[in-house]
Every structure is written in structure tokens, then in C-alpha cells.
T-cell receptor
Framework: AQSVSQHNHHVILSEAASLELGCNYS??????LFWYVQYPGQHLQLLLK??????LVKGIKGFEAEFIKSKFSFNLRKPSVQWSDTAEYFC????????????FGTGTRLKVLA | GAGVSQSPSNKVTEKGKDVELRCDPI?????LYWYRQRLGQGLEFLIY????????KSGLPSDRFSAERTGESVSTLTIQRTQQEDSAVYLC???????????FGPGTRLTVL
């Protein structure tokens, strides 16, 4: 069965620390990959996405993610976090063909200490 | 431009009552999804609609849950004989196609007493 794993459930960092959130998926075919973010009290919104091309994609607010096909991974990174990055981050995978399954990971709660 | 809207924003109901949650997707979005987010947990897929195709109901947790969508517009999620474990935030999202970016509504917070 298709699945998405986010191994870090809770992350606490100080401001200016570097961030890497892991995302691994299980699916043998071609996929679209997404990171969504939910700031406290706000809607879920798209942070960045990968459909094809350069496996290093850049999103809003200085976030980037790298698709490594051989590792089935799409890790999210930010060189220097800010207090305002405190939020919950969800990785999602969508196969490009076959039956629909848009699968979300269970999320990672990030808390950045000022 | 209008985003995805959901109503009501909050719903408190008594155990055993039926509730109906509404979602208005972005105009032109053919795909519509319902998710459940329990406190402290991730997104749980419930059902999705894609154009005129039969909906994928594989995520519905029991036969007390049902959903309808009129064409490519409004969708309603109905929960019959609510139970306390149904308490959660119910999120709706829409997208241009089933593999594209999803745009989420603000959710309906359901509390079953």
C-alpha cells in the first residue's frame, strides 16, 4: 500500500538553527510531491511542490526540498529558521497515474524558540 | 478571488444527532476532497470527487458517513448518529485535477457532546 512517512513528529529548534524534516514515501511509479504548512490558527497551505525537472525545488519563505528518487525521499530544508516558522508541516504524495491516492504524512510539529 | 469555503465553522451537537457539513470549492476545480483531522493527529482522507466519476469513498470510517457533490460545485458531508469519536476538524480541499495542488478551506470544527 502507498504510504508517506514523516519520522520527526515534534521538532524544537532555536532561531537561526538549520532545519531538515524527513519525508519518505512508498510507491513504485512516478509521483508529484508536496509540502504543506499549517500555521497556528490558519488554513493548510502549499509550501512547495515537485512535479518534474530540477529535483531541488524552492518554495516560499526560504524553504526548499530535494527529491531523491533512489531514496524515495523529499526532505524539507531551511538554512536558518525563524520564530514565525513555528507550524505543522505535512508531506504529501500523489501518483501521476493509476488510481487516485493523494496521501498525506502524519505531520511534523515544529516549534522555534525565540 | 474566492478560496475554498466551509460552513459552519463550528458545530456542537449531541451524541446521536445527524450533522451536515458544507464545502464550496474554488470555481473550476474538478476535484474535491474531504479530510478529518483529530486533535494532535495528521490528515485522514475520507472521500474525494473527480468530475463526474464515481467518488472514492475508501476513506469513510463507517456507513454513518456519506458525502455528495452536485456537479463540480458544492459538496456536503453528512454524519449520521454522531458519536464522540467523530469530534474533529473536517477539512475540505479542491484542486484543478486529482494530482495537482490542493487548496484547503478553513475547516469545520465538530464537537460531539
Amino acid at each position: 500500500a502507498q504510504s508517506v512517512s514523516q519520522h520527526n513528529h515534534h521538532v524544537i529548534l532555536s532561531e537561526a538553527a538549520s532545519l531538515e524534516l524527513g519525508c519518505n514515501y512508498s510507491y513504485g511509479g512516478t509521483v508529484n510531491l508536496f509540502w504543506y504548512v499549517q500555521y497556528p490558527g490558519q488554513h493548510l497551505q502549499l509550501l512547495l511542490k515537485y512535479f518534474s525537472g530540477d529535483p531541488l525545488v524552492k518554495g516560499i519563505k526560504g524553504f526548499e526540498a530535494e527529491f531523491i528518487k533512489s531514496k524515495f525521499s523529499f526532505n524539507l530544508r531551511k538554512p536558518s529558521v525563524q520564530w514565525s516558522d513555528t507550524a505543522e508541516y505535512f508531506c504529501a504524495v500523489s501518483p501521476t497515474s493509476g488510481t487516485y491516492k493523494y496521501i498525506f504524512g502524519t505531520g511534523t510539529r515544529l516549534k522555534v524558540l525565540a | 478571488g474566492a478560496g475554498v469555503s466551509q460552513s459552519p465553522s463550528n458545530k456542537v451537537t449531541e451524541k446521536g444527532k445527524d450533522v451536515e457539513l458544507r464545502c464550496d470549492p474554488i470555481s473550476g476545480h474538478t476535484a474535491l476532497y474531504w479530510y478529518r483531522q483529530r486533535l494532535g493527529q495528521g490528515l485522514e482522507f475520507l472521500i474525494y470527487f473527480q468530475g463526474n466519476s464515481a467518488p472514492d469513498k475508501s476513506g469513510l470510517p463507517s456507513d454513518r458517513f456519506s458525502a455528495e457533490r452536485t456537479g463540480e460545485s458544492v459538496s456536503t458531508l453528512t454524519i449520521q448518529r454522531t458519536q464522540q469519536e467523530d469530534s474533529a476538524v473536517y477539512l475540505c480541499a479542491s484542486s484543478l485535477s486529482i494530482t495537482d495542488t490542493q487548496y484547503f478551506g478553513p475547516g469545520t470544527r465538530l464537537t460531539v457532546l
